[in-house]
């Protein structure tokens, strides 16, 4: 079945620092792949997406790209802030719309 | 406008107690998918609904669970004889069809004791 792995955290970074959060998948077909963000005290988000192979997902100076060849979808951000601190999940789609999450990374940013 | 709401935002019962979770999509979202997420994991799916009926309840760990969408809108997940194992964060997402973004809700934190 389709399954996703993710780099356990937390991730403790300092406020401009380059973050690379890694995230593989296993999948049939050609999923559709994501990056969700739970904020402390709010429900999950779409922070982007990418739906075939070799796009770029961006969203808030988040970006990530669908590599078929390596079956990844890494999430980075030249510059992250305090506020960026949250719970992030990778995610798949390869059948009627349902998601299939990774176990998400906790980043903490210090200012 | 409105997001996904859910009710109640906390739950504690006993263990053996019968619980009802509460859904209300986005208006006009005809998709609705429940998911639970443990403590330090990724939410997993539990059940489907397109429209009123489930299109994949494959997700339903046992037949303890069970959810109904009886008029394509609001759902209830309902949990009969509630383990100590069943708590978690239960997860409601509703979304317009097939291919666009899934819109969460902010969860029912529900504890067995």
């Known amino acids: 079945g389709d399954s996703v792995t993710q780099m356990e955290g937390p991730v403790t970074l300092s406020e401009e620092a380059f973050l690379t959060i890694n995230c593989t998948y296993t999948?049939?077909?050609?999923?559709?792949l994501f990056w969700y963000v739970q904020y402390p005290g709010e429900g999950l988000q779409l922070l982007l997406k990418a739906t075939k192979a070799d796009d770029k997902g961006s969203n808030k100076g988040f970006e990530a790209t669908y590599r078929k060849e390596t079956t990844s979808f890494h999430l980075e951000k030249g510059s992250v802030q305090v506020s960026d601190s949250a719970v992030y999940f990778c995610a798949l789609s390869s059948a009627g719309n349902m998601l299939t999450f990774g176990g998400g990374t906790r980043l903490m940013v210090k200012p | 406008g409105a997001g996904v709401s859910q009710t109640p935002s906390n739950k504690v019962t006993e263990k053996g107690k019968y619980v009802e979770l509460r859904c209300d999509p986005i208006?006009?979202?005809?998709?609705l998918y429940w998911y639970r997420q443990s403590l330090g994991q990724g939410p997993e799916f539990l059940i489907y609904?397109?429209?009123?009926?489930?299109?994949?309840d494959s997700g339903l760990p046992n037949d303890r669970f069970f959810a109904v969408r009886p008029e394509g809108s609001v759902s209830t997940l309902k949990i009969q004889r509630t383990e100590r194992g069943d708590s978690a964060v239960y997860l409601c997402?509703?979304?317009?069809?097939?291919?666009?973004?899934?819109?969460f809700g902010n969860g029912t934190r529900l504890t067995v004791t």
């Open positions: 208006s006009g979202h005809t998709a």
């Open positions: 999948a049939t077909g050609y999923p559709s």
């Open positions: 609904f397109q429209g009123t009926g489930a299109a994949d």
């Open positions: 997402a509703s979304s317009s069809g097939q291919g666009t973004p899934l819109h």
